[in-house]
């Protein structure tokens, strides 16, 4: 019986130094979980405040780009008026020059949007094809006007006189060309005062009225003693 007791004593005490044992080891990794835990929370709080920290440069360098962008668009907007006003200064110069030296080369001259246009009379009836060659010979060309401004000078160099111009049709029921075979047959026809089948060069009539001033007559024909030239 006395050796039974010690038995059960004895395995008591082993069981109870098992459950110890397993118990002090079940606390250490229990302490060794919260230290991980309380690291990875430690962690996380560190990349948080980073990536706020971040965001914030990132904001900051966003501000500033924008800020630069305006301060450029600014002085791209002063720079283009500035530009822009130094061009029209430059061109009106252009212009002036331009006039003057239209008005110095012949006393019944007119400038209009960059061209100069003036009248030549001569002793003789010419030809369209004489008006041409005329023309040339004064380094200029029989008057193709495109612009209002242009047709308005052409229409007040005609007020005295029928000159030959530079529009003229490659055949009866050919589109009117200028001087340089361009297809002009919208502008011309709406400006002649009728369409005669089969006469093909133009002249300003100064008995018409604007806008539709222009007559045609064959291009061989010697009734006409001036044109307009262009330059």
Same mark, same amino acid.
């Given at each position: 019986?006395?050796?039974? !007791? ?11 130094? *098992? !459950? *110890?044992? =397993? ?7 229990? &302490? +060794?979980? &919260?230290?991980?835990? /309380?690291? *990875? ?16 440069? #990132? ?10 962008? /305006? ?8 720079? $283009?008026?500035?530009?822009? +006003?130094?061009?029209?200064? *430059?061109?009106?110069?252009?212009? &002036? ?10 006393? +019944?001259?007119?400038?209009? $949007? ?22 040339? %010979? ?8 495109? $612009? ?16 030959? !111009?530079? @529009?003229?049709? =490659? ?17 011309? $026809? ?8 089969? /006469?093909?060069?133009? @002249? %300003?009539?100064? =008995?018409?009225?604007?806008?539709? @001033? ?10 006409? +003693?001036? @044109? #307009?030239? /262009?330059?």
């Amino acid at each position: 019986l006395i050796v039974t !007791i010690c038995v059960v004593v004895v395995v008591g005490v082993m069981l109870l130094a *098992l !459950i *110890l044992i =397993g118990w002090m080891s079940h606390d250490k990794d229990m &302490k +060794s979980l &919260k230290e991980t835990i /309380q690291n *990875l929370k430690e962690e996380n709080r560190q990349l948080k405040d980073e990536i706020i920290e971040n965001a914030e440069g #990132i904001r900051a360098i966003e501000a500033k780009i924008d800020m630069e962008f /305006q301060q450029l668009d600014a002085v791209i907007r002063v720079k $283009t008026e500035q530009l822009e +006003s130094s061009i029209n200064s *430059l061109t009106k110069a252009v212009e &002036k020059t331009l006039y003057r030296v239209c008005i110095m080369k012949n006393d +019944s001259a007119l400038y209009a $949007t960059g061209v100069c246009y003036f009248v030549v009379n001569l002793s003789r009836y010419i030809t369209w094809y004489d008006a041409r060659d005329e023309c040339e %010979a004064r380094n200029a060309t029989l008057a193709s006007p495109y $612009t209002e401004y242009q047709w308005r000078a052409v229409f007040d160099l005609s007020r005295t006189g029928e000159p030959w !111009i530079g @529009f003229r049709q =490659g055949g009866d029921g050919q589109p009117w060309e200028d001087m340089t075979g361009n297809d002009v047959d919208e502008m011309v $026809t709406e400006r002649l005062l009728e369409d005669d089948s089969g /006469q093909d060069c133009a @002249f %300003a009539s100064s =008995g018409w009225s604007w806008p539709a @001033f222009l007559r045609d007559v064959d291009c061989g024909s010697l009734w006409w +003693s001036s @044109f #307009i030239c /262009q330059q």
